[in-house]
Every structure is written in structure tokens, then in C-alpha cells.
């Protein structure tokens, strides 16, 4: 894929929490932080894991073509749009692969 606007988007929202301009609890600023500092890590050779922009935007676009089961929104037959925070977590979990055997990083999401 060439383009990438939802793991954009994610990786926006976690320099925003961590910058202070969004407002989070300390777990959630944990995780951008680490988020943050891994996508430093995975460029060295001896980093453990990657970060597949093509999975992370894969799935954050998958979400976004499922419509809404309920409500005024279901009855308008509309597709769902993923807030900044909900690609955040998709992106960490779909995006963070093993070096070395592509399995995902992240299995549960608190």
C-alpha cells in the first residue's frame, strides 16, 4: 500500500498523548510511549520486533467497511469511522510482528 492515513493517524495520536495534547491516563501514555520508542527500536538490526505499516492499515481499513448494527446510524445503512484512538489500538495490535517468525506481538488489549 502507498499510502497510509489510519497507521498516520495512529502514530499521530500517540506524540499527541505523549505531548500532552490529548489527555490520557498514565497506562495509555505507557503505551504511546513505548509505541513510540519501538518504531525507533525496529529500525536496528537488533531489534526484535517490526512494525507492518501494510498489516496495521490493512485491518484499520477492514473495520471501516463494516457498518453500523445499530441505531440511527444502522438504519442509514453507515459504515463505521475508526476515532484516532481506536486506530491507535488496532495498529498496535495488528501492526507489532516477530523478526522472526511474524507472529503478532500483541495479543490482548486492556
Known amino acids: 500500500m502507498a499510502a497510509y492515513p489510519n497507521v ?3 502514530n499521530k495520536y500517540a506524540r ?3 505531548g500532552g495534547r ?7 501514555r505507557f503505551a504511546c510511549k513505548r509505541h513510540l520508542d ?3 527500536k ?3 538490526r537488533t531489534g526484535k520486533w517490526r512494525f507492518d505499516k501494510d498489516e496495521a492499515e490493512k485491518v484499520c481499513r477492514f473495520a ?7 441505531g440511527k446510524w444502522a438504519a442509514k445503512a453507515e459504515l463505521i469511522v ?3 484512538w481506536q486506530k491507535f489500538i488496532l495498529c498496535s495490535i495488528f501492526g507489532w510482528l516477530s523478526k522472526k517468525t ?3 506481538r500483541f495479543r490482548e488489549v486492556y
Open 8 to 10: 498516520n493517524a495512529a
Open 16 to 18: 499527541d498523548v505523549v
Open 22 to 28: 490529548i489527555e490520557a491516563c498514565k497506562w495509555v
Open 38 to 40: 519501538d518504531l525507533v
Open 42 to 44: 525496529s529500525k536496528k
Open 64 to 70: 471501516q467497511l463494516m457498518p453500523h448494527a445499530k
Open 82 to 84: 475508526l476515532e484516532p
Open 102 to 104: 511474524g507472529l503478532r
